[in-house]
Every structure is written in structure tokens, then in C-alpha cells.
């Protein structure tokens, strides 16, 4: 089986940086998902992480390292907007969907 | 381009009854995904379908199953409705897994009473 764990709350100040931890116990996986998801909206795709290391898109950066079995999902310059839940998700499918999501992580930024 | 759209939008049902999802993908877009979403379990993965073939599915009972179409459309069924069924459904669409990104429809809101 495969287990997901990410903090459930964290609060971080408007144009400032945070990081989000998903760390995981599985057998084995082909890579690794962050979704963003707003109170009554339906989750949007962030990232997809396949190798070990840093892919940068904007104002996020998600990390993966497989030997230590860790994620995080990096956020600068936060805005208001960026408030929301933040969902990890291994993928087992090959060349397919097969997600294994996290509880997700509750992140509020404020003024 | 219009997006993924999913009908009906809620749907209140009694437990025995079985109820039916509909998922219209993205133009073009011929992989479809279903999750399940509570907020006690999160967001669960249900199955995935690619050129009406099912090529995923996820810990979930045979009382869960789905189908698509030759057009991409997809359609889901839960028969003898419990309780813990309540939930949001959700389904996402992408042209093929190189693309990565799945678009996610608004999702069905299905209570059982």
C-alpha cells in the first residue's frame, strides 16, 4: 500500500515564501502530483515530478527526492489568492493515472 | 474550448437505489478519471478509461463501475446506494498521460439519505 502525509494546516504572510511537505511510504511509484484546490472548487494541476530534484514554474517549485521519500511544494511571493488546500498525489500508472492523494494541507495566508 | 462537464450537478438519493454520473471531456481529450471526494477519506482515485478501455481502478468496490464512450464521454454507476456513498464526484480529462495535466470537471454532488 502506500501512505501520504502532509501537515492538515499551516498559515504563511502575504509575500512571503512557504513550503508544503508531503513525505510517503510506497512500493513503489512513477511520479508524483501537487494539485491546488479552492474551498468549493474542483483541484487544478500544479506539478508533476517524475525525477529527483527541483522543477520551477513561476512563483511555484515542487521538489521530489525519492531516496528519502519526500516532496514539498514551494510558494514565493504569496498573494491572498494562493490561499487554499494543497494536494499531493503519488502516481502508480504507467503512462496512465493511478493517484494515491494525500489529506492535503489547508494553507491560509494572510494580510 | 469548453471545459470538462459533469451532469447531473447534485442528485439526492435513498439508500438500494443506484444512480448514474455523466462526464463529458474536454474536445479531444480521450483520457477520462473519476475520484471520489468525503471529507473524512479526501480525495479517493475510482478508475480511469482511455479509448473505452478501463485502464486503472482503484480500491473500491464492484458495486462502483464505469464505462466510456466512443466519443470520450463517460459515464459512472454506484448500484445499491449506501450511506458513505454521499460525497463529491469528481472527473478529469486529458488528451493522453504525456500531457500530465488533468482538467477537472465541477463535479456531482450526490447525497444519500
Known amino acids: 500500500g502506500q501512505n501520504i502525509d502532509q501537515p492538515t494546516e499551516m498559515t504563511a504572510t502575504e509575500g512571503a515564501i512557504v513550503q508544503i511537505n508531503c513525505t510517503y511510504q510506497?512500493?513503489?511509484?512513477?511520479?508524483l502530483f501537487w494539485y491546488q484546490q479552492h474551498a468549493g472548487e474542483a483541484p487544478t494541476f500544479l506539478s508533476y515530478?517524475?525525477?529527483?530534484g527541483l522543477e520551477e514554474k513561476g512563483r511555484f517549485s515542487s521538489f521530489l527526492s525519492r531516496s528519502k521519500g519526500y516532496s514539498y511544494l514551494l510558494l514565493k511571493e504569496l498573494q491572498m489568492k494562493d490561499s487554499a488546500s494543497y494536494l499531493c498525489?503519488?502516481?502508480?500508472?504507467?503512462?496512465?493515472?493511478?493517484?494515491?492523494f494525500g489529506k492535503g494541507t489547508k494553507l491560509s495566508v494572510i494580510p | 474550448k469548453a471545459g470538462v462537464t459533469q451532469t447531473p450537478r447534485y442528485l439526492i438519493k435513498t439508500r438500494g437505489q443506484q444512480v448514474t454520473l455523466s462526464c463529458s471531456p474536454i474536445?479531444?481529450?480521450?483520457?477520462v478519471s473519476w475520484y471520489q471526494q468525503t471529507p473524512g477519506q479526501g480525495l479517493q482515485f475510482l478508475f480511469e478509461?482511455?479509448?473505452?478501455?478501463?485502464?486503472n481502478k482503484g480500491n473500491f468496490p464492484g458495486r462502483f463501475s464505469g464505462r466510456q464512450f466512443s466519443n470520450s464521454r463517460s459515464e459512472m454507476n454506484v448500484s445499491t446506494l449506501e450511506l458513505g456513498d454521499s460525497a463529491l464526484y469528481l472527473c478529469?480529462?486529458?488528451?493522453?498521460?504525456?500531457?500530465?495535466?488533468?482538467?477537472f470537471g465541477p463535479g456531482t454532488r450526490l447525497t444519500v439519505l
Open positions: 478509461y482511455f479509448s473505452e478501455t478501463q485502464r
Open positions: 478529469a480529462s486529458s488528451l493522453d498521460f504525456s500531457g500530465n495535466e488533468q482538467f
Open positions: 515530478n517524475v525525477l529527483d
Open positions: 498525489a503519488l502516481n502508480s500508472g504507467a503512462g496512465s493515472y493511478q493517484l494515491t
Open positions: 474536445s479531444g481529450h480521450r483520457s
Open positions: 510506497t512500493s513503489g511509484f512513477n511520479g
